[in-house]
Every structure is written in C-alpha cells, then in structure tokens.
C-alpha cells in the first residue's frame, strides 16, 4: 500500500528565511509525487509534482523538491519565505492505475515577520 | 477558462437528513473524483467517476454515493448524516493525468 508521512505538523519561520516542509512516502513502485498548497477557504493548488523524470523538480512561486529514492523523501523548499506562502501544505502521492491521490496529514506553514 | 465549479459553497444539515452536493468540472476534463476534508486532516478519496461509472472506491459506506452525467458533471449523495460527516468536500476533474481541484463545499451537520 502507498503512503506518504509529514513529519512536521507545524513549521515556523521568519519572513525571507528558507522553507523546509518535509515528506517521507511508502510505495511499492515508482511513485508520482506532488505537492498542493491550501489556503484558507480555498481550494487545493498543485506546486509541483515527480513522475520520473528529473529527481529535482521547480514548482510555482519559487518552490522545489528532491525525489530521494534512498531515503523515500520528497521534501519542499523555498530559498526565501513571503508572508504570502503562509497556508497547509500536503505531500500526495498517486497510487493505482486510476492515479487515486493519497494525502498526507498536512504541513500547516506560518511566516512572520 | 472556467475551473472546477462546486455547489453550494457552504451547508447545514441535521443528523438524519439526506445531502447532495455538485460539482461542474474544468472544460476538457471527463473523470471526476470526490475527497472529504475533515477539519485539520489531509483530503480522503472518496470515490472517482469516468464514463458515468464509479471506477475507484475509497473506505466509505454505502451511505456516499455519486453520479455522473453525460456532461461530466457529478452528485455527491450522502444520506442519513451523522455528526462525523462535517466536512469540507472537494471535487478534482482530470483527464488521463493532472487533477484540478474545486474550492469545495464546506457541510456542516448539526
């Protein structure tokens, strides 16, 4: 069975520092991976995603993850945190032949200033 | 360019009583799939619909059923509520890969 753990329920950080949201994922195949951002009373938005290609993947508004075979992670960055990036933050990873997405628990990311 | 349209935004139920929730999804897009949002969790599938068929099933009774149109459009059913179905309810349309969320429908059973 597909998983995908966040090991962070909560992260912190000051405004223009790096972000690290990070995300360890079980499969028993290649996996595909993505990242989706959640803000208040919005709707899901996708970062980025894996799905084989290059194991470093850029994303929307200056993210970007590694796929680390070896470690089964797929963490997210962000060189410099904007107030604006304050939201939950899922790690998903896609499981079957109809691409059903699992969630993770979420990241809840805030910024201050 | 229309996205994943949800109705209605927002609901209130009693324990008991019967729901139906829509979902119009992106223009192109045939399958849709339906998750549930419980407060501080990550989405859960619910189940995923492709030529007006259920294809794919999550852990969800049998008091969650869907529909398909010929339109792609869908119906999330969910009948004789309990407290523990208050949710945000989310519909992702794709087509062949890449899914495309809807801003949900936030259920709230009382």
């Known amino acids: 069975a597909q998983s995908v753990t966040q090991l962070d329920s909560h992260v912190s950080v000051s405004e223009g520092t790096p972000v690290l949201l990070r995300c360890n994922y079980s499969s028993s195949y290649s996996p595909s991976l993505f990242w989706y951002v959640q803000h208040p009373n919005k709707g899901l938005q996708l970062l980025l995603k894996y799905t084989s290609a290059a194991t470093l993947v850029k994303g929307i508004n200056g993210f970007e993850a590694e796929f680390k075979k070896s470690e089964t992670s797929f963490h997210l960055t962000k060189p410099s945190a904007h107030m604006s990036d304050a939201a939950e933050y899922f790690c998903?990873?896609?499981?079957?032949?109809?691409?059903?997405?699992?969630f993770g628990a979420g990241t809840r990311l805030a910024v201050h200033p | 360019d229309a996205g994943v349209t949800q109705s209605p935004t927002h609901l209130i139920k009693t324990r008991g009583q019967q729901v139906t929730l829509r979902c119009s999804p992106k223009?192109?897009?045939?399958?849709v799939s339906w998750y549930q949002q419980a407060l501080g969790q990550g989405p859960q599938f619910i189940f995923q619909y492709y030529e007006e068929e259920e294809r794919q099933r999550g852990n969800f009774p049998d008091r969650f059923s869907g529909h398909q149109f010929p339109n792609y459009s869908s119906e999330l059913n969910v009948n004789a509520l309990l407290l523990g179905d208050s949710a945000l309810y989310l519909c992702?349309?794709?087509?062949?890969?890449?899914?495309?969320f809807g801003s949900g429908t936030r259920l709230t059973v009382v």
């Open positions: 223009s192109g897009h045939d399958t």
């Open positions: 992702a349309s794709s087509r062949s890969y890449g899914y495309t």
């Open positions: 998903v990873v896609s499981s079957g032949g109809y691409n059903k997405l699992i």
